[in-house]
């Protein structure tokens, strides 16, 4: 399987991925760079673990990872149809995230690499969700990725493998932890997104008016937890909320969240043309939130606008999965020989080295 060679010489590789880094228990087979294919893609969610909790354990987390990964890459390995003398490298997240969940999957593809005489690959799950777009579409360095989850809400600029500058970030909570909280606080189940969406579709948006915070600043950093706390004093004033009045406020919060993320979208293409006049400028949405249809219409609607091409891979792909990892761990492979035997598993592991200064602690560790 590795002895397909492309123009200009690159090697096509099949990588098995593993991605523990939240709730999440994920293994996939993904062959390239000559040929893009995902073989396999074998994902078990812990939510139901979680749920009663109303947000991730991380302990539960990481005792559910131990108790079933061995299973989850067995079965990636036997869907692709590989055995282990197919695979080229073992490809794992490193960080960021919940640390004892990355060290049950960095350790697990450590033993396994070890043991089979594979290259190892830390992968920065950041880095996963950013090459993501290059696995599902054809697309060239540099681009624009958003990245909104219940963990990070960022700008980045990716100019190449291993070379990121974050442009802007949330100051606070991460959107997809705003949307959790603010289910959290009516009544409405984890995690919030989806049930906020599906709210607000009954909701009147006119009937609360909701900051767009920082929107009066220069700069492409934004912030939600002062959103949510608006949010709070509505729903205080008019306790107990009844059904209607939920739907309104859901529907007002996610407008007011969408408005802001086109507004910073339409400043980050503007960016991105100064800084790149002669690439084709393309904005990419990776991450949970994503799944929002009114983020979607609103940030096509900013893409549009500005004369961009917008990218969203499929839901799927979007959401923490190890197909994501392993493609990372081949563009890797692309660049330099790698061996990661030496790497320690961390829970803080910034992109853009330039820009590590820590923010907050969120669901998967530092809103870097
Ligand atoms: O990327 P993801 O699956 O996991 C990480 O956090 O890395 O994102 C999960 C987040 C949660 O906060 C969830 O509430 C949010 O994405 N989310 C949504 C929607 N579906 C999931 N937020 C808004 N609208 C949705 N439809
Ligand atoms: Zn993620």
Known sequence: ???????????????????????????????????RKILSNTIRSQIDEHTEFGGVVPEIAARAHIEILDRIVGEAMHEAGCSWDDIDAVA???????????????????AIAMAAGKTLIGVNHLEGHALTARLTDDLEFPFLLLLVSGGHSQFLLVRGVGDYERLGTTIDDAIGEAFDKTAKLLGLPYPGG???????????????????????????????????????????????????????????????????????????LDLFRDRHPDAEPVIVVAGG?????????????????????????????????????????????????VDDMALAPRPRWPLDSANAGVLGAGKKGAKV
């Open 1 to 35: 399987m590795t002895s397909v060679k492309s123009k200009d010489n690159a090697t096509n590789l099949t990588v098995l991925g593993i991605e523990t880094s939240c709730d999440e228990t994920a293994a996939a087979v993904v062959q390239g760079p000559v040929h």
């Open 194 to 268: 989806p049930h906020v969406e599906k709210m607000a579709t009954k909701g009147d948006v006119t009937r609360f008016k909701l900051p767009r915070p920082l929107l009066d600043r220069p700069g492409l950093d934004m912030s939600f937890a002062g959103l949510k706390t608006a949010l709070r004093t509505q729903a205080k004033k008019l306790e107990p909320v009844d059904e209607q009045t939920i739907a309104d406020l859901c529907a007002a919060f996610q407008r007011s969240v969408s408005d802001v993320l086109a507004v910073r979208t339409r400043s980050a």
């Open 92 to 110: 794992a997240t490193a960080g960021p995230g919940l640390i004892g969940g990355v060290i049950v999957g960095f350790m697990t593809a450590k």
């Open 289 to 337: 939130v994503a799944a929002n249809q009114e983020i979607r219409t609103a940030l096509t609607s900013a893409a549009d606008a500005a004369d961009a091409r917008f990218i969203a891979p499929p839901l799927a792909l979007c959401t923490d999965n190890a197909a994501m990892i392993a493609w990372a761990g081949i563009e890797r492979m692309q660049i330099g020989p």
